[in-house]
């Protein structure tokens, strides 16, 4: 999937105009791309529309106008553009009750390392995490993953037959969960369609 440049973003007049449709549109694609995987943790799968409207947000919220700052912006979300048969999302672990934030957390440690998997058919993807979101005694409530996949598995997530789901094994959270038929047919769009899928309008 083609990475975001600076002349895919609007200055921020322009994303006024267009922001209340823009912002419709994520809102009903995250819906379509968000899976709940037991009682505490939620992936969201990212693509080209979900960073930019991520960046756009940013840029209101912080008024941020220098090129240079956001093409800073534009380089640090940018790593969560998938690549070629690639998956990308962002994993969050939610608690809502303030004094179970870090015995939650401290109780996840270590899910970096062979937990979280894709499974197609008989096949499982171990999930790739991004580095600085977590060490040997500590992991951030948001972490950004990636799942790597083969012709084959593309082909599989066509076959609604053909199971497909996000399973967790961790010593302190064991849980999974399918992918709904909305969900295979958007995350197979970024396959099938790429760059050509259009929300703008």
Do not use: C
């Amino acid at each position: 999937m083609k990475k975001i440049e600076l002349s895919d973003i609007k200055n921020i007049l322009e994303y006024e105009k267009i922001r209340n449709n823009f912002r419709n549109k994520i809102i009903a694609m995250k819906k379509e791309r968000r899976l709940k995987v037991g009682d505490r943790i939620t992936l969201t799968f990212e693509n080209r529309y979900t960073v930019t409207f991520q960046i756009e947000e940013m840029m209101r919220i912080e008024r941020i106008v220098d090129e240079e700052k956001i093409n800073s912006e534009i380089e640090a979300y940018n790593e969560l553009i998938p690549a070629d048969n690639e998956l990308s999302a962002t994993l969050f672990v939610e608690v809502d009750e303030k004094d179970l934030i870090k015995p939650v957390l401290d109780s996840l440690v270590g899910m970096n390392k062979n937990s979280v998997f894709l499974q197609v058919g008989a096949g499982e993807i171990p999930a790739i995490f991004e580095e600085g979101q977590f060490s040997d005694d500590r992991i951030s409530a948001v972490q950004y993953v990636k799942f790597r996949l083969s012709q084959e598995d593309i082909k599989a997530l066509t076959e609604s037959s053909i199971m497909a789901r996000v399973v967790i094994r961790h010593p302190n959270y064991n849980a999974a969960a399918d992918f709904p038929d909305e969900m295979r047919k958007s995350l197979l769009k970024d396959f099938t369609q790429g760059d050509s899928v259009n929300v703008w309008n």
